[in-house]
């Protein structure tokens, strides 16, 4: 019998120093890499005659989005020693103009998931936005077939259980791969669009269903807390908490809830007003957990396992979800100065820990369960201390008085929180990377075997994934130069750096993880 691989390899890495010459030296060899990534993706897929009944995580659609996304982000890509990619063509070409002939589940009303119609909705919009440069305008419309499968969509979604059967078995119906949260997040981004008149109109309804959409899921996980509560006892019990399988309560990005809460907070901040205590009180309780096993965070509660050696260190599972969920959470300035307590610093510090130490997986460089989906979390976090310290200021300061405290407990954890810290590792990860399966058939072998994803060339197990990860990193290495530039200018950048076109310009092309976000909804899925 073949020896199992180790869950993960040793990581003899180490962290970059931040400095202009190793940004723009990073910058230029990521750009390759996508570039050279998407070619492989391109001649290494079929295209699809019918949308069939995929979803965006495994098969051609997710390919198509991620075509969609560096089409989008072309601006911080241009390489001018390769020739340019039509990243547009690449995409519409995967985006089939059929109706797909799969019935709407009540228990698939996310896109990103497998065997629902709104996959192929999601990515037609998108398509539309694209043929026109990504400019809205009175020449975009949704049409009214696929505003009507959204509108039930939303009416199974507002009256849909905690628990929904799929296959003969209750499952979560709040996730952000199948359930709710994954068709809010599908929401929140057209919602970020404008189109013609009559669309607007003939979708309102839909739109404007956001806010009960909001409540109901919520309510379900205060449903859970209270049935986890029942069978198992108010120890290890959270304010919210959202059933993976009947009688589990994930935690997961994936498959839980920190994919949930990720993705709540990026609806408007007025529809969240309510909530804010509930959501707070979890992410402290998340927190607590994680700095309780040392930085990892366990798959589910009461404990379920793969037979892993150890707790998992990925998106779909463990600590990284918490990290993302931190990064979107220190955005928001009415949460954090309201909600923030130091086990917040203590998770980001032992989580990145343990992110760094088992964060190379021997599955490979997938966002699901691989190298590049580990180092995103670290570039939220990034962008968290480099661009909105002052609201971490803030709530620190909030704390304190609210405990009557003088000083904040950790206060080394603290100080070693920086911009740097976080890019240093994910530019690190990110790089290397590049020494995964598809993709280092174009690199230098590595010393660590990496194994084949299932899905090589697909969004979330393969390289499409890394392609997009590794896009994004772009964006944020060209918005972190130009800030310097403007320090190296003399130019106050606290008051200024929002105004400066140029930084602007780049900021606004990351567009943070596929179907959960982290920046905010952008518009781009």
């Known amino acids: 019998m073949a020896e199992r691989p180790p869950q993960y390899f040793e990581n003899t890495l180490t962290p970059l120093q931040i400095n202009a010459t190793t940004l723009f030296e990073g910058l230029q060899e990521l750009r390759v890499a996508v570039h050279n990534g998407a070619g492989l993706i391109q001649e290494n897929t079929l295209l699809p005659e019918t949308w069939g009944s995929a979803g965006m995580f495994k098969a051609f659609p997710g390919i198509a989005l991620a075509f969609l996304r560096l089409d989008y982000q072309s601006l911080v890509l241009e390489d001018h020693k390769a020739a340019s990619i039509d990243y547009r063509r690449y995409a519409l070409e995967r985006i089939p103009s059929s109706h797909p002939d799969t019935p709407l589940l009540a228990s698939r009303l996310s896109p990103a998931g497998s065997f629902s119609p709104l996959t192929a909705i999601t990515l037609r919009i998108l398509g539309t936005f694209a043929k026109n440069n990504w400019q809205d305008s009175a020449n975009v419309n949704i049409t009214r077939e696929d505003i009507a499968c959204l509108f039930d969509a939303m009416q199974w979604a507002l009256k849909n259980e905690p628990l929904v059967l799929h296959d003969g078995r209750k499952i979560g119906g709040d996730d952000m791969l199948f359930g709710r949260a994954g068709l809010l997040w599908a929401l929140l981004n057209v919602r970020a669009h404008n189109f013609d008149q009559e669309t607007q109109e003939a979708i309102s309804p839909v739109l404007g269903a956001i806010p009960e959409l909001i409540r109901v899921i919520i309510d379900a996980g205060r449903q859970g807390s209270k049935e986890y509560t029942k069978k198992n006892g108010a120890q290890h019990a959270h304010p919210l908490m959202y059933a993976w399988m009947e009688g589990y309560y994930g935690f997961g990005a994936v498959h839980g809830i920190t994919g949930i809460l990720t993705i709540l907070l990026s609806c408007k901040p007025h529809e969240l007003t309510d ?122 300061t909030a704390y304190l008085q609210r405990s009557q405290l003088s000083a904040l407990p950790n206060a080394e954890v603290n100080q070693t929180l920086t911009s740097d810290f976080f890019l240093s590792k994910a530019l690190a990860f990110m790089l290397h990377a590049r020494e995964t399966k598809p993709y280092n058939n174009l690199s230098a ?69 596929p179907a959960l976000g982290g920046n905010g909804a952008t518009g781009i899925f």
């Open 275 to 396: 909530y804010l205590p509930v959501i707070g009180g979890t992410i402290t309780a998340l927190c607590k957990l994680s700095g309780a096993a040392n930085g990892h965070l366990p798959m589910t509660l009461p404990p379920y396992s793969y037979g892993q050696q150890s707790e998992l260190v990925q998106l779909c599972h463990g600590s990284p979800g918490l990290l993302i969920l931190l990064g979107a959470a220190l955005k928001d300035k009415s949460l954090t100065c309201a909600h923030w307590d130091p086990s917040w610093d203590q998770a980001i510090y032992l989580g990145t820990e343990r992110l760094w130490e088992e964060g190379l997986l021997s599955k490979g460089g997938s966002l699901c369960h691989g190298v590049a989906g580990n180092a995103w979390a670290w570039l939220l976090l990034h962008d968290c201390f480099e661009y909105h310290l002052d609201i971490l200021s803030d709530a620190r």
């Open 445 to 513: 072998s590595s010393d660590k075997n990496y194994r084949m994803p299932d899905d090589p060339y697909s969004l979330f197990e393969g390289l499409a994934g890394n392609v997009c990860a590794w896009a994004d990193t772009c964006a944020v290495i060209q918005a972190r130069l130009r800030k310097m530039e403007l320090v190296e200018q003399g130019v106050c950048v606290t008051s200024s750096l929002s105004r400066d076109p140029v930084f602007r310009a780049v900021f606004d092309r990351q567009l943070g993880f």
